[in-house]
């Protein structure tokens, strides 16, 4: 069954410390891949996107992510966490072969302390 | 760009009444969705729309709910009968084109309590 998996429910680090949230997909063929980030009371904005090409893509607010097809990740990074990146992380993931639909991680959240 | 705008924003309601749940998407997006999100169950698709037209509505948990997009800047989630398990946020998304392909931009969503 097609799947995506967020390991971590809670994750809490220092400002200033650097991060890295865990994404793993069960699909046969190769995604598109996506970061949403949630801050409370507010809808989902999009941090970024891999489609094809170069597997290391740049997203806003300085995060990256890595899609490595050999584990089926695609973990999201910074390199240095700032007091207002606290909020919600999803990951989802698109398969063009099911309708046009994403399919969201459970998500995680990202505690930062000072 | 003003984004994807639902309305209202907070919705309080008896168990038993009608609620009706309002998005506008962005202008040039063929695709609309609703979602639904709880801490118990996360992020639910309920339906999504092609150029108006209702593509996938399987999510959608029961007969009470129903969805409707006359046009392509205006959008409906109904619950008839709404029930305290309806209780959640409902976020309303478009994109240019499928969700597999481009990104979904999201509304502020409608909190919807049912006492």
């Known amino acids: 069954a097609q799947s995506v998996t967020q390991p971590d429910i809670h994750i809490t680090v220092s400002e200033g410390a650097s991060l890295e949230l865990r994404c793993n997909y069960s699909?046969?063929?190769?995604?598109?891949l996506f970061w949403y980030v949630q801050s409370p009371g507010q809808g989902l904005q999009l941090l970024l996107k891999y489609f094809s090409g170069d597997t290391l893509v740049q997203g806003i607010k300085g995060f990256e992510a890595e899609f490595k097809r050999s584990q089926s990740s695609f973990n999201l990074r910074k390199p240095s966490v700032h007091w207002s990146d606290a909020a919600e992380y999803f990951c989802?993931?698109?398969?063009?072969?099911?309708?046009?639909?994403?399919?969201f991680g459970a998500g995680t959240i990202l505690r930062v302390k000072s | 760009d003003a984004g994807v705008i639902q309305s209202p924003r907070h919705e309080v309601t008896e168990m038993g009444q009608e609620v009706t749940l309002r998005c506008k998407p962005i202008?040039?997006?063929?695709?609309l969705f609703w979602y639904r999100q709880t801490m118990m169950r996360g992020l639910e698709l309920l339906i999504y729309?092609?150029?108006?037209?209702?593509?996938?509505d399987s999510g959608m948990p029961e007969d009470r709910f129903s969805a409707k997009m006359p046009n392509a800047s205006f959008s409906t989630l109904k619950i008839q009968p709404s029930e305290p398990r309806d209780s959640a946020v409902y976020f309303c998304?478009?994109?240019?084109?499928?969700?597999?392909?481009?990104?979904?931009?999201f509304g502020n969503g409608t909190r919807l309590t049912v006492t």
């Open positions: 699909y046969g063929a190769t995604p598109y």
């Open positions: 729309f092609n150029n108006n037209v209702p593509i996938d």
């Open positions: 202008s040039g997006h063929d695709y």
């Open positions: 998304a478009s994109s240019l084109t499928g969700a597999g392909h481009s990104p979904l931009h």
């Open positions: 989802a993931v698109g398969i063009m072969e099911y309708g046009n639909k994403l399919v």
